[in-house]
């Protein structure tokens, strides 16, 4: 069985200070990769995703880049935290192929900017 | 670009009401899914159904694709229920969310 696993559960960060967000899936290779981006009572915005390793592709930046340095890992992250970084950040998966292509998520890294 | 609504954004009921939350999308869908996300923030896929009727115990989702719309209806409401509602659509790797539905069944 495939397992998706986002760390850190949350975090209180200062304005102005990095941030690595990181997600492993266990039991799938080969996945697509997405990262995900939630305000507070807000819909999810998609951020990133990566079909493959190495390969990223931007489609809201919110001046934040991601990884994808192995087929598991994907990682989400900034050398400057704003304000408006603050939120959910949820990290999901899906079959490359395949006729299902159902997006898995993770539990999520809550995120507080002060 | 693509877009999706959903209505309504807010749905109060009796514990035993029925639900029928809507999801309409701008362009046609190789992928729609239907989300539960809990209180806590977990986001629990429902539903993937691009088209056609599927059920799974007191929920079901319809698809009409060339129609560019997808329902949700949720039997007999439980307060466990509560929480917030999400379709998701793409004929891309660019995955849309709809705003949400949030809704409230009241013991």
């Known amino acids: 069985a495939q397992t998706i696993h986002q760390w850190p559960v949350a975090e209180i960060k200062a304005v102005g200070s990095p941030l690595s967000l990181g997600c492993t899936i266990k039991?799938?290779?080969?996945?697509?990769l997405y990262w995900y981006w939630q305000a507070t009572g807000g819909t999810l915005q998609q951020l990133f995703y990566?079909?493959?390793?190495?390969?990223v592709e931007s489609v809201v930046q919110l001046n934040l880049s991601a990884s994808r340095p192995k087929d598991d890992q994907f990682i989400l992250s900034t050398e400057k935290l704003l304000l408006s970084h603050s939120g959910f950040y949820l990290c999901?998966?899906?079959?490359?192929?395949?006729?299902?292509?159902?997006?898995?998520f993770g539990a999520g890294t809550r995120l507080s900017v002060l | 670009g693509q877009q999706v609504q959903q209505s309504p954004a807010s749905l109060v009921l009796q514990e035993g009401e029925n639900a029928e939350l809507q999801c309409n999308f701008s362009?046609?869908?190789?992928?729609l899914q239907w989300f539960y996300q809990h209180p806590g923030g977990r986001l629990v896929s429902l539903f993937y159904?691009?088209?056609g009727t599927k059920h799974t115990g007191r929920l079901t989702s319809t698809t009409v694709t060339n129609e560019r719309r997808s329902s949700l209806h949720i039997s007999s409401s439980q307060t466990t229920d509560s929480g917030t509602y999400f379709c998701?659509?793409?004929?891309?790797?660019?995955?849309?969310f709809g705003t949400g539905t949030r809704l409230q069944v009241l013991p």
């Open positions: 998701a659509y793409s004929n891309t790797n660019k995955v849309v």
């Open positions: 159904n691009p088209s």
């Open positions: 039991g799938k290779s080969s996945p697509n």
């Open positions: 362009s046609t869908a190789t992928r």
């Open positions: 999901a998966w899906s079959p490359l192929t395949g006729g299902q292509n159902t997006l898995y």
């Open positions: 990566s079909i493959t390793v190495g390969q």
